[in-house]
């Protein structure tokens, strides 16, 4: 099992746990401060009137549902943060590994990197081929892809919290079915513990259906801002960052050239290292002579 899945199953076991912490808790609480009407026994605990009296719906549907919504919201608070997605002078961490390693080898060096920066940056130091305008596309190009993944990931709460009103209002129904059914068994005239069943099963699906609604929306809110404002931050960081990249490009190519060029040197003389002048030849009437 490798780190990633280990931490996601420790994250389901612990919402499994605090779910079961809280069903112990409402098992053992007296929720009823006194008796009922005459003939209406009335549930006496927070686990009957909030649990057992929602029916199978709640048990096999709502339960769960507020169980992979607590273990998704832990993983995306753990996942989902600026110190991992965005740390403080990441730049300076790439310029410093630039300079040291050269940047041919930057990309390797930042293959391990999980924050927005050092992948973008990867990635278009590797195919970006020291065009700045490329790169700056490349950059671009993965930001709006690892937010995207990100967004993506955050969808199944969205999902759980579109869905759970509908399976609660799906309850509300089931009850009110199941009251009118009480009525009709008895002409007309049911006993209101009759009636006491249907009643519980609407009221209490509704209440599971937007409890889970509510955090579950308000977590995919929160955590899409979060993921939008880290990307815009990124961007702007990175632009920088590629200015920086591109002036150490521009000197690393000047000094290459510099260093193929070959200056042209003197020839010097085979005694003393200095050319002499060579005797000036005799006029042509002075051979004659």
């Not at 746990?17 to 809280?22: D, R």
């Not at 892809?145 to 209002?169: D, H, T, Y």
Request: glycine letters at 8%; aromatic letters at 8%; proline letters at 5%.
């Amino acid at each position: 099992m490798n780190k990633g899945n280990l931490t996601k199953t420790i994250f389901l076991a612990c919402a499994a746990v605090g779910v079961a912490a809280i069903l112990a808790v409402a098992w053992r609480v007296d929720f009823s401060s006194g008796g009922g009407a005459a003939g209406w026994a009335r549930p006496r605990t927070y686990f009957e009137q909030f649990f057992t009296a929602g029916g199978p719906v709640v048990w096999f549907v709502l339960l769960p549902m507020s169980v992979v919504t607590v273990y998704l919201a832990a993983e995306y608070f753990i996942t989902i943060r600026r110190r991992r997605l965005l740390p403080d002078d990441i730049s300076g961490t790439i310029v410093s590994a630039a300079q040291q390693t050269g940047l041919s080898q930057l990309p390797a060096r930042l293959a391990g990197g999980e924050d927005f920066i050092s992948v973008a940056i990867a990635r278009a130091v590797a195919q970006g081929g020291g065009d700045l305008g490329r790169m700056r596309n490349l950059v671009e190009e993965s930001l709006q892809e690892q937010a995207m993944r990100f967004l993506r990931k955050i969808e199944w709460v969205n999902i759980i919290g579109n869905v759970s009103p509908m399976v609660g209002l799906f309850g509300t129904v089931l009850g009110i079915i199941k009251m009118f059914n009480a009525i009709a068994a008895v002409s007309g005239q049911p006993h209101p513990s009759q009636l006491a069943g249907g009643i519980s099963v609407a009221l209490v699906t509704t209440f599971w259906g937007l409890m889970i609604a509510i955090p579950a929306l308000t977590i995919h809110g929160f955590f899409q801002n979060r993921i939008e404002t880290l990307a815009c931050e990124a961007a702007e960081e990175s632009e920088k960052l590629l200015l920086q990249l591109a002036r150490m490009l521009r000197e690393q190519k000047l000094v290459e050239q510099q260093k193929t060029s070959q200056p042209i040197t003197e020839i010097p003389s085979r005694q003393s290292g200095t050319l002499r002048p060579s005797a000036s030849p005799k006029p042509l009437q002075d051979r004659k002579t």
